[in-house]
Nanobody, 121 residues
Framework: QVQLVESGGGLVQPGGSLRLSCAAS????????MGWYRQAPGKQRELVATITRGGSTDYADSVKGRFTISRDNAKNTVFLQMNSLKPEDTAVYYC???????????????WGQGTQVTVSS
């Protein structure tokens, strides 16, 4: 009933940029926090960035100054602008949303399927 679809991943050179998008759809009443996570081969999934409904942001230390998270509430979409990419940024990137669906009193956590980002020369 709720779907999160990511787009924008791909292969880039070190120092390059990518812009990821994630659109949520379904019987959504409201969306609270949204965020991006990533998982590299052999590693745990880690938090990259989060953004509240009002626009407050938090970033992992490893991406501060290089990545920017933003959202378009009218389109239920969250973005991740990634600049100055490094090989260690290579991972599958997942979007996440804490949202309320129709007829529910509280919120639930939803995940996208992920999009591959590869940074290599």
């Amino acid at each position: 009933q709720v779907q999160l679809v990511e787009s924008g991943g791909g292969l880039v050179q070190p120092g390059g940029s990518l812009r990821l998008s994630c659109a949520a759809s379904g019987s959504i009443i409201s969306i609270n926090d949204m965020g991006w996570y990533r998982q590299a081969p052999g590693k745990q999934r880690e938090l990259v960035a989060t953004i509240t409904r009002g626009g407050s942001t938090d970033y992992a230390d490893s991406v501060k100054g290089r990545f920017t998270i933003s959202r378009d509430n009218a389109k239920n979409t969250v973005f991740l602008q990634m600049n100055s990419l490094k090989p260690e940024d290579t991972a599958v990137y997942y979007c996440n949303a804490d949202l309320r669906i129709r007829f529910s009193l509280g919120t639930s956590d939803y995940w996208g399927q992920g999009t591959q980002v590869t940074v290599s020369s």
